[in-house]
């Protein structure tokens, strides 16, 4: 009996990895094969990032339904692609780290200018995310622009294949 059960677990698990990675697949596919430009590509990564960076449990998901919807010619492969990098198992030890950054943040500020650095704590929860949050938007905008800028480079340089005999073999016989 429990033979039978760990393997219907087994495989229900199987297929779930194996449809992700389909998933994967298609997206990766899909932004590589994308015909927008490698800015509009990275912005739509870089929104992908700063969504999913929203701590709240599924207000990230609403959010990202709006933004799909309301912008309906933004790639959607880079989009979803950010917001699967950005989980919160990634997220995790940033938002551990959010009161001690907004609360430097706040004493620098402080220190260079006449307003006084308040000190509730969740005035330092807020300033630390969203300095976080932005900060990594900005790197996977960054990071993601000079990946498909390079990629759609290389794209173009790439001499389209001649068809040409093939051998016995079946390797090309050119030189």
Do not use: C
């Amino acid at each position: 009996m429990n033979t039978n059960f760990t393997k219907t677990i087994k495989s229900y698990a199987a297929a779930k990895v194996d449809r992700m990675r389909d998933e994967v697949r298609a997206n990766l596919r899909e932004m590589l094969a994308a015909e927008a430009p490698a800015g509009e590509l990275a912005g739509a990564f870089a929104a992908g990032t700063l969504i999913s960076t929203i701590p709240v449990p599924l207000v990230d998901m609403v959010l990202a339904a709006w933004v799909t919807k309301r912008y309906a010619e933004m790639p959607r492969a880079p989009f979803f692609t950010g917001m699967a990098l950005a989980n919160n198992l990634f997220m995790a030890p940033l938002y551990a780290s959010t009161p001690r950054v907004g609360g430097f943040a706040l004493h620098w500020l402080a220190n260079y200018t006449p307003i006084v650095a308040p000190e509730a704590i969740l005035i330092r929860i807020l300033v630390g995310y969203l300095l976080i949050a932005l900060g990594l938007a900005l790197g996977a905008y960054v990071l993601a622009s000079t990946g498909f800028r390079g990629y759609q480079a290389t794209r173009r340089m790439r001499p389209v294949a001649q068809p040409g005999p093939i051998g016995p073999h079946g390797f090309d016989n050119r030189p």
